[in-house]
């Protein structure tokens, strides 16, 4: 057995949880007779192998580290919010509107008012839950997944009944947005193969770094810490569970409503009709669960899951593999991940530092 | 369409739209009474509707009527099976539960349609031949009025739903196996010093939410959708999570709020046969059974509160 410190140990554990997802993706290949080389290797030659692929898979990226800080800062204040996808939503349609709507307006202005009122928009959303839940104890969880389907016939409606038609092409897709109101960046997406990325990375970034400043940093991220630790010692120390719970709902969804901003401003340019919950909301909850919580380990998941997910298209049509293949993959990861407890028996720790994993 | 026929096109649609929630929500109740948190209901009526789609369409020119009753058995064992990834993960290996459950959520789907995919060489299955059909309570439906509302031709597994409802309660509390189970969920410590086996009684608190998810997944299958594909379950599994929370983690409740969802389900779907509902802008009745649960929530259940050690690893000290 291998002796190795704390931190070594969570690394070799963690790169391990990922090689054993890679291999339960080969064992299902194998069984029904596709070549694992072969479909690993499109893979990853498709996500990274050209400036077309990076970028995507970068543009990929950006609506998760969104949603996955959303899921984070609500699970650390002891929340699970399961609304990711409605608050993203209406983040994305907010964004878009208020985009159509002033095609006038002169860009350093549109591009902040939509991004901001995207946000609140999220903010709004997550904070009925948040103060539900402050105001009359209800369960979180129980609200979020009502709110979703809310947000999403309400998007629907929202958009075919109340927008104006000027701003529609048909009843399913809204008009692209004008240059104004874009996060897409001229030099960024030449640079990168004609690829959809846009300035949303940056915004991602430095959202990586707020989360990490706010929660480690500053009294609002120790009371949310603090309340999700523990409620009663919370409110012993005097702070306020009813304010942290509706504060950290409020981040929570503004998050995930940015989540949908870039989506919208950045990968598609418009809105179009949904007809189920949105998928950032739902990879979101996953790459906050691989990375941990913490500001680094959402950005790389957010990183890992969008190769995985960009290059699995690149494998379907390279190799002719089924693209689900790599969502058993991400879901196998997460698993290892969550056994983690297991793993880590391979491994001793050096006596010095004695660390409860759990 | 006078009174008698619409309501009991309403009840008939209430019961179809409930049945799965009851089965998967009855899951729930066991496995977060025995204090493992499971929010991979989705997951597992994902594989319980794909396996019964596919025995289904297999064997159903040799079995014949039976054959969805078979399927829903088929479809219970595959959940159960698929459950015990999350049961191994929480109770042996001290998962996280939410993301052991996540995990659950995460993989049913692509492995069903990679399956599907790999099997019949398509996205989505056929559609199955040999359905439910329906049931007359014999006595029962001759009943004026009543019997023809109630009775006349209802689907058969929502009674097999309500019977399962009644005798999961009578286990859950008025046995002693059931007082066991709930004690995992409080205080496993407590239980383990006299004598509860909690490891054992946390299996089969998972391991029965597989069975009667699958059950569910199958159910909403074979009597809903007639075919497998990745749009099949989208949710289900988390009305059925809020089923459970909402009827406070006990049987009897949990099957009301499937009710309760089940009816305001069909109400917005059937609305537009209804009169009075007919002029009422469709998105209201798209969005109402969502506002009016959150509204009924908020105003006459308030706090609901889970077992006291739900979610919690149990580890047990040497």
Not at chain 1, 52 to 81: D, H, K, Q, W, Y
């Amino acid at each position: 057995m291998l002796k190795v410190t704390p931190r070594i140990k969570k690394f070799l554990v963690l790169t391990i949880s990922i090689l054993a997802g890679f291999l339960v993706g080969a064992v299902i290949m194998l069984i029904w007779s596709y070549n694992p080389f072969e479909a690993y290797s499109s893979m990853f030659s498709s996500a990274l192998g050209n400036m077309n692929g990076i970028g995507e898979t970068i543009r990929e990226a950006t609506p998760l580290i969104f949603t996955a800080i959303g899921f984070a800062v609500a699970s650390s204040a002891g929340f699970f919010n399961i609304g990711l996808p409605g608050q993203a939503q209406a983040g994305w349609l907010t964004s878009i509107w208020i985009v159509l709507a002033n095609p006038n307006m002169p860009k350093f202005l549109l591009l902040p008012l939509a991004t901001i009122a995207g946000a609140v928009a999220g903010a709004f959303v997550a904070g009925i839950a948040g103060w539900l839940r402050a105001q009359f104890g209800t369960n979180e969880v129980i609200t979020t997944i009502m709110l979703n389907y809310i947000v999403l016939y309400s998007c629907q409606y929202l958009m075919q009944q109340v927008m104006p038609g000027g701003l529609r092409i048909d009843t399913d897709t809204t008009k692209t947005i004008s240059q104004n109101g874009s996060l897409k960046i001229s030099w960024l997406t030449s640079m990168f193969g004609e690829s959809r990325i846009n300035a949303g990375i940056f915004l991602a970034l430095v959202a990586v770094v707020a989360y990490w400043y706010l929660m480690k940093k500053t009294t609002i991220g120790f009371e949310i810490r603090s309340v999700g630790a523990n409620p009663y010692a919370g409110r012993y120390a005097g702070m306020s569970t009813k304010k942290n719970i509706v504060l950290s709902m409020l981040l929570s969804g503004g998050f995930a409503g940015l989540g949908g901003v870039v989506q919208g401003l950045g990968t598609y340019q418009n809105y179009f009709n949904q007809t189920t919950s949105l998928d950032i909301g739902w990879d979101g909850l996953s790459v906050a669960l691989l990375g941990g919580g913490t500001a680094i380990g959402i950005l790389l998941a957010a990183i890992l899951f969008s190769i995985l997910k960009i290059g699995g298209l690149g494998m379907q049509t390279i190799a002719g593999i089924p693209y689900e293949i790599v969502s058993i993959v991400i879901a196998a990861i997460i698993f290892f991940v969550a056994i983690q407890y297991v793993i880590g028996l391979l491994f001793k720790t050096k006596p010095q530092t004695v660390v409860d994993e759990n | 369409m006078d009174l008698v026929a619409i309501l009991s096109l309403l009840v008939s649609s209430t019961i179809v739209y409930s049945t799965p929630l009851i089965f998967t929500s009855l899951g729930g109740v066991y496995s977060e009474n025995s204090g493992i948190t499971n929010i991979g209901l989705e997951g597992i009526m994902t594989m319980g509707a794909f396996s019964s789609i596919m025995f289904n369409l297999t064997f159903a020119s040799s079995l014949g009527k039976i054959t969805p009753w078979i399927g829903l058995i088929v479809g219970g064992i595959v959940g159960l099976i698929f459950s015990l990834l999350h049961a191994v993960a929480t109770i042996n290996f001290h998962a996280d539960h939410v993301i052991s459950g996540t995990v659950l959520n995460l993989m049913a789907p692509p492995l069903a349609v990679f399956l599907v995919k790999a099997i019949y060489d398509k996205g989505q299955t056929e559609n199955i031949s040999q359905s439910f059909g329906y049931f007359n309570f014999p006595g029962l439906a001759d009943i004026p009025v009543i019997g023809q509302i109630l009775f006349q031709n209802t689907f058969a597994p929502a009674w097999v739903a309500i019977i399962v409802t009644i005798i999961l309660w009578w286990i859950l509390y008025k046995t002693r196996f059931g007082l066991r189970l709930r004690s995992c969920g409080e205080n496993p410590q407590a239980a383990d010093t006299v004598g509860v086996n909690v490891y054992g009684m946390r299996y089969v608190g998972v391991l029965t939410s597989g069975l009667l998810g699958g059950i569910g997944g199958a159910v909403f299958a074979e009597a809903i959708s007639g075919n497998f594909s990745i749009s099949t379950i989208v949710g289900q599994g988390f009305m059925a999570l809020a089923a459970m929370i909402f009827g406070k983690w006990n049987p009897l409740g949990a099957m009301l709020a499937s009710l309760f969802f089940g009816f305001a389900q069909s109400i917005s779907i059937i609305g537009n046969q209804l009169p009075l509902f007919n002029h009422i802008p469709s998105v209201y009745m798209q969005i109402a059974p969502y506002a009016i649960t959150i509204i009924i929530l908020v105003l006459f259940f308030g706090k609901s509160v889970a077992p006291a050690a739900d979610g919690q690893n149990y580890i047990k000290s040497k």
